[in-house]
C-alpha cells in the first residue's frame, strides 16, 4: 500500500459526514413555498429550523470539513 497518499481513509469518511451535515442544513434552510406568493408567513420564514437548526448544522458541517482535512493521516 502506498503511504504518501494525502488522506487516509478516516479522513474521507470525515469528509464524507461533514458533506451530509452540510447538505442537510442547506435542505432545512431552503424555502418553504407558500401556496399565495402576495402572503407573508412568518411562521415559515421564522422557523426555528430555519434560524437556529439548519445555520448550527451548516457550521459544524465547515468545522468537520477543516478537521478532516487538517488531521494527520495515521497509516
Do not use: C, H, W
Not at 6 to 32: S, T
Not at 54 to 70: D, K
Amino acid at each position: 500500500m502506498d503511504n504518501n497518499q494525502l488522506f487516509g481513509k478516516q479522513n474521507y469518511i470525515l469528509m464524507l459526514v461533514g458533506l451530509l451535515m452540510l447538505g442537510l442544513g442547506f435542505f432545512l434552510m431552503a424555502g418553504g413555498k407558500s401556496a399565495d406568493p402576495k402572503v407573508f408567513n412568518p411562521a415559515e420564514v421564522y422557523s426555528t429550523t430555519r434560524i437556529t437548526i439548519a445555520p448550527i448544522l451548516i457550521v459544524a458541517g465547515f468545522v468537520i470539513e477543516v478537521f478532516a482535512i487538517m488531521k494527520k493521516n495515521s497509516a
